[in-house]
């Protein structure tokens, strides 16, 4: 199974739909989220199947049985599942490509940020200068 | 034309690359305080000229040893009999030794390393600039400033990303910890680096990286990374009025990354000490436009009076060449 980490890519089309869809309202059987759905295109019930299965699978949905059919609902808020994607993408550009070359221009280091006295040597410095008016 | 010609030729080029670099990267390092002195431009454009010169001037020199053959095999004649004298080196018969395992198998290494090396690069600068679009997509743009987008994260991150189309990114912990003044700075540098190019710039520099001498090509390019955010440093400065408030925002943001631990790791930054960059804004340091004004007219000059030289004794040059590598 996969884990929520490796599902926090950006996801297919079909399946960013059905989790805005499951944001909207949760939670839903797979023939209410058809039902939502259709409204853009002609979907068949089994692709919406498929697709609920496959971002459970990810960690992305919960679900449980609801009489004979499962009910989904999002396992994370859209804020959080933003949140996530956002730092495991923002993360693999700064460590993964390390062993390339810099793809990112940032403004400070975090690397080069450890020495919290030489920090404050700075900031007087910089006060100093601001007291002299420049 | 010969398998063995075409080694010979490659194996000319990386080895006189190498060579040339080898010579302007030990007179960057010795030069580095001069070059500090005269500004950052400056030093910018020397690391520039040490990474693309080699390459550059290796393929003449190459071109000046093909010209010959190539002349003659397009005249129809074989220019080979005018090297009775010595062994030679030519499009049509290539040379002995490049036949040799050692010369196969070292051609093979260092092409294989080159095209790895390459597609590294790329793929790298591909995902980053898919990125850079997915923060479009996923962040809030400021109405103010063009090409930047505030993301909902609680890490102090300020950066730059994708080398076609860039994307500046502020994330919504860095953008609370700064004062109005400051915000301007980081926008200010970050679309400095947008407005000079810097990375596609910096794109191409690593793979010219690639045709430099071992360990020089590293020195140039961590000083480029160095002299590219004081630039930036420099105009944020100049568009905000006050060098102090560029250096304040440098110290608050340092200063909340080592407290959140905000991910570290391939920046420009990296190459540049954020006590360099404080003393350097605060110090007034010259931009470098005259520096790099001066160094352009010596290289030019250099270039000039040695493309004149192998015009006017370009087949002398052309039998030395051949006697040394054939």
Redesign the interface.
């Known amino acids: 199974m996969w884990t929520l980490d490796q599902s926090a890519k950006?996801l297919g089309t079909l399946e960013e739909k059905v989790m805005d869809a499951l944001w909207k309202r949760s939670p839903m059987a797979v023939r209410d989220v058809c039902k939502l759905l259709r409204g853009d295109h002609e979907l068949a019930y089994t692709t919406v199947m498929t697709t609920l299965d496959r971002l459970f699978k990810k960690g992305l949905l919960l679900r449980h049985k609801d009489g004979i059919a499962f009910v989904y609902e999002p396992a994370l808020s859209k804020?959080e599942y933003?949140?996530r994607?956002?730092?495991r993408?923002?993360?693999?550009?700064?460590?993964k490509?390390?062993?390339?070359?810099?793809?990112?221009?940032?403004?400070?280091?975090?690397?080069?940020?450890?020495?919290?006295a030489?920090?404050d040597r700075?900031?007087d410095?910089?006060a100093e200068?601001?007291r002299h008016g420049? | 034309m010969t398998a063995s010609s075409l080694i010979a030729f490659a194996l000319v080029f990386l080895a006189s690359s190498a060579l040339i670099s080898l010579l302007l990267g030990v007179g960057l390092r010795y030069g580095e305080r001069r070059l500090r002195a005269l500004g950052a431009r400056a030093e910018q454009r020397a690391a520039t000229l040490t990474l693309v010169g080699p390459p550059v001037l290796a393929l003449m020199l190459v071109g000046l040893l093909a010209a010959e053959s190539a002349t003659s095999l397009l005249a129809g004649t074989d220019h080979c009999e005018a090297h009775s004298h010595h062994l030679h080196l030519c499009l049509v018969h290539g040379a002995a030794w490049a036949t040799r395992p050692w010369a196969v198998a070292l051609l093979a290494v260092v092409a294989c390393f080159v095209a790895v090396r390459f597609l590294q690069i790329l793929w790298a600068h591909v995902d980053a600039q898919r990125a850079a679009w997915h923060f479009r997509r996923m962040g809030e743009s400021f109405p103010e400033a063009n090409r930047c987008v505030s993301l909902p994260l609680d890490e102090p991150l300020v950066f730059t990303a994708g080398a076609v189309s860039p994307t500046v990114v502020i994330s919504r912990g860095a953008w609370e910890r700064l004062n109005s003044n400051e915000r301007r700075a980081v926008i200010e540098h970050e679309l400095a680096h947008v407005a000079n190019g810097d990375l596609w710039r910096r794109a191409l520099l690593a793979i010219f990286a690639c045709f430099a001498a071992p360990g020089l090509a590293s020195f140039a390019l961590r000083l480029w990374d160095r002299s590219a955010e004081r630039i930036c440093d420099r105009k944020a400065a100049d568009a905000v009025g006050r060098p102090t408030i560029v250096a304040g925002a440098i110290v608050a943001l340092a200063r909340c990354m080592s407290r959140t631990g905000a991910p570290a790791g391939a920046v420009f930054a990296a190459a540049c000490s954020i006590t360099d960059r404080v003393h350097s804004l605060l110090n007034a340091e010259p931009d470098g436009a005259r520096g790099t004004a001066q160094l352009s007219r010596w290289f030019l000059g250099l270039g000039s009076g040695l493309a004149l030289a192998c015009a006017a004794f370009s087949e002398q040059i052309h039998h030395l060449l051949e006697t040394i590598l054939g």
Request: net charge negative.
């Open positions: 950006v804020d933003r949140c994607v956002l730092q993408t923002i993360s693999d550009l700064m460590t490509k390390a062993d390339a070359d810099p793809v990112l221009a940032a403004f400070v280091d975090a690397a080069a940020t450890v020495d919290e030489n920090l700075l900031a410095l910089i200068r601001r420049k």
